[in-house]
């Protein structure tokens, strides 16, 4: 097999390299193909052939450092202590019987979660304020008042101050039911009590108690 | 005139060993443990650098493979599980134990003179004594990340192949591959602080 214009063989990637060093690419074989453009690329690049010398040095400095196998005395003790962690663990059960028991386990977290699941969702659908009228519930979030929002044809809002926001909430904290929010599109600003100056935008913001009013920057001209 | 016989003992595959092991047979412990003790113990030793360790994280990952053997489906050979489940061990033991002795390495230098430069010998592996050298070289080792350092390892002490480190550590043959190259630079950039390679 020959290179063609070999000088633009791109070099080989980390793990052609790598594996060359460790003998993984034969001389024969499907590899060999990979082999030889790695050999080729290889004899133009000293660089790379430092580094595949260095490796292989690292190896004879890996294999000098093998460590020292422990006596026999040490292997019988290692293996005296393996019985008795042996002895100790509990006892493999053969494959059929494990299975069966594994199964059984799976069905009893599954009928285990299905209840739960259950009791969830019939605590979320019982109606709180049932709830407080229990004798016996003492919990302190009982006698918190529920959130009031008003509906949208209940509130007129007559001016703004303050920071914007993409949306306006109108009520009372804490809330109940649902939340209609006012988007962007749904509010105008049409007066304000001190002009702007040139570069001012104006802001909506918060009170100090709620409810908090939000709109848009936008005004209406 | 007398005849000698050699009664041929029939040799065990692994798998034969392990389903009379779970029948209750624990005689055939003893072949298993015969078979993979150095084994697990070289690979043990390197990722934790001394004995006392290594021989517990061998313990360990015995006992632990022997009392999941539900766990090994037989998709891969024994040697490759059995491995898997003691260099985890030795990682897990390394991390509980947390060493982090720091250790002198002026040893190396050729003399006081010579901060910072590497002590160019000729044949390094003869001038410098062996366990200086295993020093040198487990501190090179930890400082490659678990991965890096585990693969190596499993390559060059186990010597397995690398679709073996592939199964072994459950991932691909490409992944292997790279981390023997990084892992290999790694080192070589380490060593070359203290011996010339």
């Not at chain 1, 019987?97 to 019982?126: D, F």
């Not at chain 2, 410098?128 to 390892?153: G, H, I, K, N, Y």
């Amino acid at each position: 097999m020959t290179v063609q214009n070999g000088d633009s063989f791109v070099p080989p990637s980390p793990e052609w390299l790598a594996a060359y060093v460790d003998g993984e690419l034969e001389a024969n074989g499907d590899l060999a193909g990979i082999r030889k453009k790695v050999e080729y690329w290889l004899d133009r690049n000293p660089k790379a052939q430092d580094d595949v010398l260095a490796w292989s040095r690292l190896k004879k400095i890996w294999d000098t450092t093998t460590p020292r196998e422990p006596s026999e005395k040490t292997w019988a003790s290692l293996q005296g202590a393996i019985c008795h962690g042996l002895i100790q663990a509990p006892q493999p059960t053969a494959p059929r019987n494990r299975s069966n028991r594994r199964r059984g386990l799976m069905v009893l977290a599954c009928v285990a979660a299905v209840i739960l699941l259950g009791l969830g969702v019939t605590w979320h659908l019982w109606n709180p304020a049932e709830q407080s009228a229990l004798p016996g519930n003492t919990h302190p979030s009982i006698n918190v008042e529920p959130f009031l929002v008003a509906v949208d044809d209940e509130v007129e809002i007559l001016s703004i101050t303050g920071r914007d926001t993409e949306t306006v909430v109108v009520g009372s904290l804490p809330v109940e039911g649902n939340i209609e929010l006012a988007t962007s599109g749904e509010v105008s600003l049409s007066w304000m009590e001190h002009p702007l100056k040139q570069s001012e935008i104006p802001l909506v913001g918060v009170e100090e108690d709620p409810p908090m009013i939000w709109a848009p920057p936008r005004m209406d001209p | 005139m007398a005849v000698a016989t050699s009664i041929a003992v029939p040799i065990l595959s692994d798998e034969q060993l392990l389903h009379r092991f779970t029948q209750g047979d624990n005689a055939v412990l003893d072949e298993l443990f015969q078979r993979y003790r150095q084994l697990a113990y070289r690979v043990a030793f390197r990722l934790l650098g001394n004995e006392a360790d290594a021989l517990d994280a061998v313990q360990d990952g015995f006992v632990k493979a022997l009392t999941n053997l539900h766990s090994f489906q037989g998709r891969s050979a024994f040697k490759t599980w059995l491995l898997r489940v003691v260099s985890n061990a030795a990682l897990d033991l390394g991390r509980q134990r947390c060493r982090k002795e720091t250790l002198s390495l002026d040893l190396f230098r050729k003399d006081d003179s010579d901060q910072g430069t590497p002590c160019s010998l000729p044949n390094p592996a003869r001038e410098m004594e062996r366990a200086d050298l295993r020093t040198l070289l487990d501190r090179a080792l930890e400082s490659l990340p678990e991965p890096q350092r585990c693969t190596f390892v499993l390559h060059a002490e186990a010597e397995l192949s690398y679709r073996e480190v592939a199964e072994t550590l459950d991932i691909s043959i490409g992944t292997v591959m790279s981390r023997l190259f990084y892992a290999r630079q790694k080192l070589r950039a380490y060593l070359s602080k203290w011996i010339s390679i």
